[in-house]
């Protein structure tokens, strides 16, 4: 009976470690979602006039709003 009265300062708590991710499983996917932050990035902010991929004002439109949040001037 002395035994299972094993008061709470005498054992230690275990401490779960976060697992270690090593770089080559992260990185290819740091680049995918670098890229699309980029690719993002370009038809919110530059997708018109002199550098516009697309002709017409149609890709100006679906991001008009997202151009204003982020700063971009527009008009």
């Not at 680049?31 to 991929?53: C, D, H, K, P, R």
């Amino acid at each position: 009976m002395a035994e299972a009265l094993v008061s709470a300062a005498d054992s230690t708590p275990s401490v779960a470690a976060p697992a270690a991710l090593p770089v080559r499983a992260v990185l290819p996917w740091a680049l995918f979602v670098g890229l699309l932050a980029l690719i993002a990035l370009y038809f919110v902010g530059a997708e018109q006039g002199a550098t516009s991929v697309f002709a017409g004002t149609d890709v100006h439109e679906w991001v008009h709003d997202g151009r204003h949040l982020l700063g971009f001037p527009c008009h």
